[in-house]
């Protein structure tokens, strides 16, 4: 099976196959060397002479568009490996730029976009279920927030900020022990429930405010009780 290499090793340029030892190309460039090793006989460029060669390209990239992306394809097809390295690379340095590009020919390619998506997911069906359950295994936190923000959406309450609250359960879920909000028990924050002050069935939000830590035995006792049941059942009422 093939692995992928640590990241430090992308910046290896996979073109320089002639070497017996790849060499990362900015030490091949700095030892006056071109990327597949052999020594540079042209002076490097100006930046303005780089700048003309850029707008060159650019221009006949624009003329011979079909040309290239046949040639692109074809290299992909031989160098599938290679290929994907290069674009991990290139993606690992311009992450920002490459998902800005990506949001704005979705905006622009909307009905295709959507359409493509449906497509892929039909096709792999079995593939995608197989990577979400891994995904399931291996984030069990992100996966049960992102079912309870499903069920609280369906209730149609009004939700806060969503990654306050979640930085907020994230902080103190790592907490050995935690108190609950309304006995002061001390339990594992892992154990811990998240609860609203003022029960969702009873016109509170999903926001930060409204939020606190309960322990299971308080959160169930207290379930859509308003606060004036509630605080009426607790030994030491909590004063709001
Ligand atoms: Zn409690």
Redesign the pocket.
Known sequence: MFTYPQIADYRINPMNQNLQTPVPCRALSSAGLTRNGHPRKRKPLTPEQRQKKRARDAEYSRKNKDRKSAYQKAYYGKNKIEALLFQNAYYIKNKAAVKANTRKYYRENKAESLEYQRQYRIANRAAISARQKVYAKENPDIISRNGRLRYIRKKGVAIGNTGTIAGWERFWRKQKRVS?Y??G?RVAGKKAHMDHIIALAKGGSHSIENLCI??S??NQRKNAKTLEQWNASLAQPVLL
């Open positions: 609950c309304w006995c028990l309960s322990c035995n308080c």
